[in-house]
């Protein structure tokens, strides 16, 4: 016997997280100022990526992680 799920059931796909998050969104994550992450990543204190072409900084969630913990906040 086949079970059929009816139209309007769509499977739930998982969600993936962003390996980069921008300025804005580190933000949000960490809850530290925009001048502290812009600064810090800067001088180079917080690794950040910098696509070529671009002033934009991007910022991994693993490299947040562990500022974090470093800085004991």
Known sequence: MMTTEPDNVKE????LEPRL????K???YTGWPY??????ALAGKLKCVRIPGSKR???EKRELD?????WGT
């Open 26 to 28: 580190a933000v949000q």
């Open 57 to 59: 900084l991007w910022f």
């Open 12 to 15: 739930i796909e998982p969600r």
């Open 66 to 70: 562990r500022v974090i913990r470093a």
């Open 35 to 40: 001048t502290t992450l812009r600064r810090a």
């Open 21 to 24: 998050f921008s300025i804005q």
